[in-house]
Structure formats: structure tokens, C-alpha cells
């Protein structure tokens, strides 16, 4: 039930928002369809982008995960308010050890989350980019089959 597998990670991950003054919405389109999925690595897949969601975010601001029903799959959504990803960065972002943005000495990590998302999620034959512009936020997505 990915209606209940969503509320349970966000109210794990909810003291970490708290920390920073940030705050998680959740629109999730109706009638989503029941999944047979590895819970622990999705939940993974999800920590890690609402993780780095918060980090790169200001205090105060708003996360989104949304989900969608598109043919054979759930299209999951996570929006952050940060700096934004350039072009150049994106291409870089799923590949292991690389720790990009103006804030990297600030931020900790070993730039291998997302990495590992990606193989988590192409593991449940789906795939997973971003779309984002400098200063305008990036939105990190990813399918899973139903």
C-alpha cells in the first residue's frame, strides 16, 4: 500500500525537517495501485532524496513527494527548494563519489546516495533523473512498475 509505506517514511524522517524549520507535503494522486516491492530499499530511495532535499534547502522551506499512476508504473516525485542542479552537474549526479554544488564543503556526504538510488531503483526495473535549474529548485523522480 504505498499510501501507508509513504506516511511511515515521512513520519520517520519528520524530526529531521523539524531540526531544520522545514516541512513535507504529500500529494499523492487517488487510487494508486498496490505494489510487491522491496520495502527496506525503497525506503532507501526515499530517505536518500528527501535527505538531500532537506540539505539543500533552506531552513523554512517546503519539500514535496508527490506520486502518479502513468500506464505500468508510479511516478514518484521529490521537490526541493534548493540552489538547483546546472546542466553540466546532472550528468554527473548518479555517479559514485561525486559531491557537486555550490555548497559541497558545507554539506556532508560522499556522493554516493544517489548512486546507490539508482541502482535501488533500476533494481525494480525503473528508472530515475532530475529536472532542475540554477536557482529554481530541483525535482529528483524515479518509476517503479506496478
Known amino acids: 500500500n ?3 509505506f509513504v506516511e511511515q517514511v515521512v513520519t520517520r524522517f519528520k524530526p529531521i525537517l523539524l531540526e531544520r524549520n522545514q516541512e513535507i507535503r504529500i500529494e499523492l494522486e ?3 495501485p498496490m505494489t510487491n516491492l522491496d520495502q527496506s ?3 532507501q530511495v526515499f530517505i536518500n532524496l528527501l535527505s538531500n532535499s532537506s540539505k539543500y ?3 523554512g522551506s517546503s519539500i514535496i513527494l508527490s506520486a502518479a499512476k502513468s500506464q505500468n508504473e508510479i511516478i514518484f516525485y521529490v521537490k526541493d527548494q534548493g540552489p ?3 546542466s553540466d552537474d546532472q550528468v554527473l549526479l548518479f555517479k559514485p563519489y561525486q559531491r557537486l554544488g ?3 564543503q558545507q554539506i556532508k556526504g560522499l556522493g554516493i546516495g ?3 538510488v539508482k541502482y535501488i531503483v533500476e533494481a525494480h526495473s525503473g528508472k530515475i533523473w532530475v529536472d532542475s535549474e540554477l536557482g529554481k529548485g530541483a525535482t529528483f523522480s524515479f518509476t517503479i512498475p506496478t
Open 2 to 4: 504505498i499510501y501507508e
Open 30 to 32: 487517488k487510487d494508486l
Open 41 to 43: 530499499r525503497l525506503e
Open 57 to 59: 534547502s533552506p531552513p
Open 84 to 86: 538547483g542542479i546546472s
Open 102 to 104: 555550490i555548497n559541497q
Open 114 to 116: 544517489l548512486t546507490v
